[in-house]
């Protein structure tokens, strides 16, 4: 599944990067190499492997499924 997306906060951690983005609405974390995005707004196309993706609940916390 591939996704364009804005990107909402950046946190870098080295060899990796994480982004903030929302997906429908709702926000998600994506992980990224370390230089692929560089700033706050910034538009980036994702590609999201369901196999590896987490869906938590944000009532309680816990991953669904």
Do not use: C
Not at 7 to 25: A, E, F, S
């Amino acid at each position: 599944v591939t996704y364009s997306a804005i990107v909402n906060l950046i946190q870098p951690t080295g060899t990796r990067t994480y982004v903030t983005v929302k997906i429908g609405g709702v926000e998600a974390i994506a992980e990224l190499q370390a230089h692929d995005v560089h700033t706050q707004g910034e538009k980036v196309d994702l590609s999201i492997d369901l196999n590896r993706a987490l869906m938590i609940d944000p009532a309680n916390g816990k991953i669904v499924g």
